[in-house]
């Protein structure tokens, strides 16, 4: 049988395939264009609690995060929450919940580990391998508008190989041990401070000897001023002096606190 066909011309079926592609091509597009804003809103955004700063729940109480720790392998994270009530009314029932972000969103369970009045330990799990940050809110159980939203990215988050189960002993020894890490850090700091400050003080007492040497040289309108200046410089070594000051009693109330701290993890291990 003898049959021609054009140079150029396409089958029937290769039509149809090419028609359908375009189609779908041009689906994917529009709902692309339409819900990119959502998507890369809902995964670009990036907030952070951080670790050991109380964050205000009401106007007598407040919570800080203690520790924010993720396992991959388990798809699982631990939240360690501190709490203070100035309140004082016996009121430190607290209710959880939890979303993740990413290129969608995901209602996470919740599930409370240790609970006591001023220490709450949560796991979050089947965290979606995908997310790029959880919201943890918490809410005060007997009046849920008052709540705070926690948040931890990705990007910051703790990573570890397995999360452990543990006593409320060992998860306030951690804590306790944390907050030492801290005080030092802030007593590091606040050395750093006495040292620029000292610095300073030297040098402008060598410029103030230099503006006195000066003066046998001087008239007694030039006198004036120079005696004008020593006076500021004066004035600022008195501040920088009382930084001094400020810096080494905020050093001396952390080093209390750290060994009061250490004091209490001494006890809690004898305890165990």
Known sequence: MKYSRKRGAIPRDEKNIQLAMWIIYIVLFYLFFF????????????????????????????????????????????????????????????????????????????????????LYVLQIHDVPSNYTQVRLTVS?????????????????????????????????????????ETYNASIEELNNVIDEATIRVENLRVEIEELKAAEAYQTAAEVSKTETTISQREGTIATELNTIDNAQKEIDEYSARIDLAAQEISDLREEQ
């Open 140 to 180: 005060l159980k007997s009046n849920r508008t008052e709540s705070v939203n926690l948040f931890s990215n990705k990007l910051d988050i703790t990573p570890v190989s397995r999360i452990e189960e543990k006593t409320e002993t060992e998860y306030r020894i951690e804590s306790l041990e944390r907050r030492i």
């Open 35 to 118: 819900l990119s804003p959502w998507i890369f809103s809902n995964a670009s955004e990036y907030r952070l609690t951080p670790i050991g700063i109380e964050q205000s729940l009401s106007s007598q109480r407040s919570v800080t995060v203690n520790a924010w720790t993720y396992s991959a392998s388990q798809r699982t994270m631990e939240v360690q929450l501190g709490f203070i009530n100035s309140a004082y009314d016996g009121d430190n029932d607290y209710v959880f919940s939890a979303i993740s972000n990413g290129l969608s969103i995901t209602n996470l369970d919740v599930e409370v580990v240790i609970q006591s009045n001023d």
